[in-house]
């Protein structure tokens, strides 16, 4: 299963691989509920630098970067370690990522590829 979901990624096109590490990390922008400097729960999304999504509080009038997700750049190692069949442990030595986290990220990655390649 594992193998046709890899090749399947390798087919598609740039932007639709894209989406999927963009739907990826979704989820963990979506965990974050709060201005990181007055706590409070009224933020919304304030676009993107450098890749990295942006947030503005409209309490107290401040921007912040989502830095507490797992680096984004470890998100995309993972997915190009992944493609590239590497196994477990290596991935672990390289990335300093849990094998439980492994596997929650491979489960997302091959279900985004399904979604994709339904459509």
């Known amino acids: 299963m ?3 979901a890899i090749d399947k990624y390798l087919a598609l096109n740039k932007e639709d691989q894209k989406s999927i590490y963009d739907n990826m990390l979704e989820e963990y922008v979506s965990r ?7 706590k409070s729960r009224k933020i919304k999304k304030n676009g993107k630098q450098y890749n990295i999504q942006r947030f503005i509080c409209l309490k107290c009038g401040k ?4 830095s507490t997700l797992p680096p984004q750049n470890k998100l995309k190692k993972y997915i190009s370690l992944y493609i590239k069949r590497y ?11 849990s094998p439980k986290q492994q596997f929650q990220w491979r489960t997302k990655f091959i279900d985004e590829i399904n979604k994709i390649s339904e459509n």
Do not use: P, Q, R, Y
Request: glycine share 0%.
């Open 2 to 4: 594992e193998e046709k």
């Open 63 to 66: 921007t912040f970067a989502v």
């Open 87 to 97: 196994d477990i442990k290596k991935i672990s030595d390289i990335l300093n990522v």
């Open 32 to 38: 974050i509920k709060v201005c990181f400097f007055c």
